[in-house]
């Protein structure tokens, strides 16, 4: 069995525990209030972001023009796209995710980010392939669940969800994951990296459920760990 099935057929519980978070049965049927829907959207262009620099880091260190060109290419994708879908919803609500008034990312967004930074760095480039690998696969598996769940009609995260259920998006997940088996070496290490990416989109997306936030001077002052309200605009320490 290829590296990427048998890393994904391992992550199987964690898929599961993603498909029935509060946050993903609300993106499906529409049910997801809004502002939990904008905190994603605000903390994934902050990791979006990052991952395009993290796809970029790879492609320096790809042994042939493939990977090369694939890695360079996703990175660009990434920050088109993507980028064009939280603008879209961000900015006619008053928000701009490249302003400096957006607010700063959450802690699990940092943790998250800061784990591919380092894989992509100081581990071997098929382990740093293998953490990059869950964010295209859990995005077009969960577009596809939920493409397939929706209610006929008007949904409120439409373009969401059209954008990680297109053919386009699932093409491109196979040609990375192609990629990604044909330089596996080290499964053991890449299964690992691969697992702990797994845990962090579960974590991503339950961060924008609890509006996650970091604790400020003034909250330990008055003895609250965060924020009695969390904004989408940066705060003050």
Do not use: K, N
Request: charged share 25%; proline share 7%.
């Amino acid at each position: 069995m290829s590296f990427s099935e048998d890393a994904w057929q391992s992550v199987g519980p964690w898929f599961d525990a993603i498909c029935r978070h509060p946050f993903l049965l609300g993106l499906t049927d529409g049910s997801l209030p809004e502002e939990a829907f904008t905190r994603y959207l605000v903390d994934d262009a902050h990791y979006l972001d990052r991952y395009a620099r993290v796809l970029a880091q790879l492609a320096v260190r790809a042994p042939d023009p493939v990977g090369v060109e694939l890695l360079a290419g996703s990175a660009g994708a990434a920050v088109a796209a993507e980028r064009e879908l939280h603008r879209g919803f961000l900015v006619p609500r008053g928000l701009d995710p490249d302003g400096d008034a957006a607010a700063e990312p959450t802690p699990t967004c940092v943790a998250y980010t800061g784990f591919l930074e380092s894989a992509a760095a100081t581990s071997a480039y098929d382990v740093g392939l293998a953490a990059i690998l869950p964010c295209f696969r859990v995005y077009a598996e969960v577009g596809r669940h939920i493409l397939a769940l929706r209610g006929p009609g008007d949904h409120p995260y439409a373009a969401w969800i059209d954008t990680y259920a297109a053919p386009e998006f699932d093409e491109a997940v196979r040609r990375m994951e192609a990629h990604v088996d044909a330089v596996a070496s080290d499964r053991r290490a890449m299964s690992i990296a691969y697992e702990r990416s797994t845990r962090f989109e579960w974590m991503f997306w339950d961060a924008a459920w609890r509006a996650e936030t970091w604790p400020t001077a003034r909250s330990l002052l008055t003895g609250s760990s965060t924020d009695s309200r969390p904004s989408l605009v940066r705060p003050s320490s």
